[in-house]
């Protein structure tokens, strides 16, 4: 058995190589609920060797996954789909006491996984190249897009399941195979239950494969992808920092990369919102997954005028989000990842407070399961406002405004550019001040975490490049340009 055991029974993961559960024969590392620190899995430590394995296991896999004809490939992913829907229940349990994610965010995530699943699997019908005219008599011109080759992904933990799919799925659905390092937090629900999955389905040995590594041990793993020729890409989704160590290192091997990294994600109320409709909105945009989600509202500027009335709403919305263990369907809050993330976010809050800031609800924790926290009147040189780094947890800061260019400008003052929200009655208004933001994707009327797998999702400035979707074919695939002439040439010498 490779997944855990849903009656409670942990059990040793193995790396999924050339289609095959493979034991490397090496050590393991302890895979912890983040609730109460109880086992869940064993999982392989995996090697550089392991690394080579696997990408030697894509390469092999390449020429036949590129040429394989769209109908049958699109078999593959629509029984993919049908198994992700049928084992709902496990994800939904796996999701919960590996990565402490509720109902909730797991049956969202299964739902996004599954409807990317159905529209991948039609893209091999879709057009792939132009025909140019050419100023050469006798002369055709063809431009075609190809498949990379081996695209090489690193998942994270927070997400997990949908966010795996994302990093492989793309880059398989336009020819490429793949290999996986999930994260150590989280290698079940980022990629090792998705290997059964596309094992289940059919995929054809090679064409998806899984190496775990335990904590501080990815570096070696990466050097593989770094440092092997068939490695054509390397698809990231993480922080910002994590990402910069691996664009210098990709930077000397000349390797393409895909990022999608953090975000700051401001909402804008104007003074038109309707306000219930906003509460509802930032309340989601701001706690799905206790804030651990890139995506995430992490400020709101809304107009003074709606201000008070807001933030007494929200606040009665937010303190009855129930909180505790994520197994129990009901619980909207479950445990951030770690204890390193606790003490980072009640730093913040504190260093907030400290400063003059008003504790509007939340700020308690007990054990790893933090209050959802909203906090008002925050000085400017709080960590938790600046938009200079990511606040990662369930802690909101809402800041009233007089003037809605003052709010746009500020809310766009952070290197970051990911996703932003405006709420207004006025959607002509809406739109335009949606044109003037610097950030890769804005939502009228909808909150920061409006996704839906057909939209195309990546960020600017520090917040990476690269789209998901169908626009992603730009990333996972490379121009080919063909001629063929009829007529004999005319040369100048």
């Known amino acids: ?228 020729p068939a490695v054509r890409c390397i698809n990231f989704t993480g922080s910002d920092k994590t990402a910069r160590i691996l664009g210098e290192r990709a930077g000397r091997a000349l390797k393409r990369m895909v990022l999608e990294l953090g975000g700051f994600n401001p909402a804008i109320i104007l003074e038109d919102a309707d306000v219930e409709e906003s509460i509802k909105a930032v309340t989601f945009g701001a706690f799905l997954h206790q804030g651990q989600v890139c995506m995430n509202t992490r400020k709101v500027y809304v107009a003074r005028s709606l201000h008070d009335e807001f933030v007494s709403g929200l606040a009665e919305r937010v303190r009855a989000l129930k909180t505790g263990d994520p197994t129990d369907p009901a619980v909207i809050i479950g445990p951030l990842i770690n204890d390193h993330a606790v003490e980072q976010i009640d730093a913040r809050v504190t260093d907030a407070v400290d400063r003059g800031a008003t504790l509007v609800t939340g700020g308690k924790v007990e054990g790893r399961v933090y209050q959802p926290t909203i906090l008002t009147h925050v000085p400017a040189d709080a960590i938790c406002t600046t938009g200079a780094d990511e606040t990662f947890g369930p802690l909101l800061v809402v800041e009233a405004f007089d003037d809605a260019e003052t709010a746009l400008r500020d809310a766009q003052d952070t290197p970051y550019g990911l996703s932003a929200s405006i709420m207004t009655r006025d959607r002509v208004r809406g739109l335009a001040m949606a044109e003037r933001f610097d950030s890769g994707i804005v939502h009228v009327n909808a909150p920061t975490m409006a996704s839906e797998a057909a939209l195309p999702v990546g960020g600017v400035k520090d917040s990476g490049w690269g789209r998901s979707g169908y626009y992603s074919i730009e990333d996972f695939t490379e121009l080919r340009l063909t001629t063929m002439s009829s007529e004999p040439g005319r040369y100048p010498f």
């Open 1 to 228: 058995m490779t997944i855990i055991d849903m009656t409670g029974t942990s059990t040793v993961t193995s790396h999924f190589i050339n289609g095959a559960w493979t034991d490397s024969g090496g050590p393991t590392f302890p895979v912890r609920n983040p609730l109460d620190d109880e086992l869940v899995a064993d999982a392989a430590a995996g090697s550089a060797a392991d690394a080579e394995a696997a990408v030697t296991a894509a390469a092999a896999a390449f020429p036949s996954w590129a040429a394989m004809a769209p109908g049958t490939r699109q078999a593959l992913f629509l029984r993919a789909a049908d198994i992700v829907e049928r084992r709902q229940e496990e994800l939904v349990q796996l999701m919960a006491v590996e990565g402490g994610a509720s109902r909730a965010f797991s049956t969202f995530q299964i739902r996004l996984s599954a409807a990317m699943l159905r529209q991948a699997a039609s893209w091999g019908y879709l057009p792939v190249g132009d025909v140019i005219r050419s100023d050469t008599p006798g002369r055709t011109a063809t431009v075609t897009r190809k498949p990379l080759g081996v695209v090489a992904g690193f998942t994270p933990w927070n997400g997990a399941f949908y966010l795996a799919w994302r990093t492989f799925l793309l880059p398989m659905a336009f020819g490429n195979t793949t290999v996986i390092k999930p994260s150590e937090l989280a290698p079940i629900s980022s990629g090792l239950i998705h290997a059964e999955i596309l094992q289940e389905a059919g995929f054809p040995a090679g064409t998806f494969n899984v190496v775990t590594n335990a904590p501080g041990d990815a570096a070696a793993i990466a050097e593989v992808f770094f440092t092997s």
